[in-house]
């Protein structure tokens, strides 16, 4: 599982590096960005969905995720 957020449609409101903050984090100007190469480690998955579904944009995706 992977993570991913469209730069283009954040807008900076924090709810995902608040509830997933090993897997997001903000730039310099507070915009989300995904830490590291944006794979979830083992145990992270719940807090990775957390931060797609409380996005206010959708800006986040997961990509690879199994069936």
């Known amino acids: 599982m992977k993570v991913q957020i469209d730069t283009a449609l954040c ?7 608040d509830l997933a903050p090993d897997l997001f984090g903000e730039d310099d100007e507070g915009y989300g960005q995904v830490l ?6 083992p145990g992270g998955e719940r807090g990775a969905r957390l931060a797609v579904v409380n996005c206010p ?5 997961v990509l690879g995720e199994a069936p």
Do not use: K, L
């Not at 807008?11 to 590096?17: A, I, N, S, T, V």
């Not at 590291?36 to 480690?41: A, E």
């Not at 944009?57 to 995706?61: G, H, K, N, P, V």
């Open 57 to 61: 944009e959708r800006a986040i995706e």
């Open 36 to 41: 590291g190469d944006g794979i979830v480690p």
């Open 11 to 17: 807008q900076g409101h924090g709810r995902c590096y």
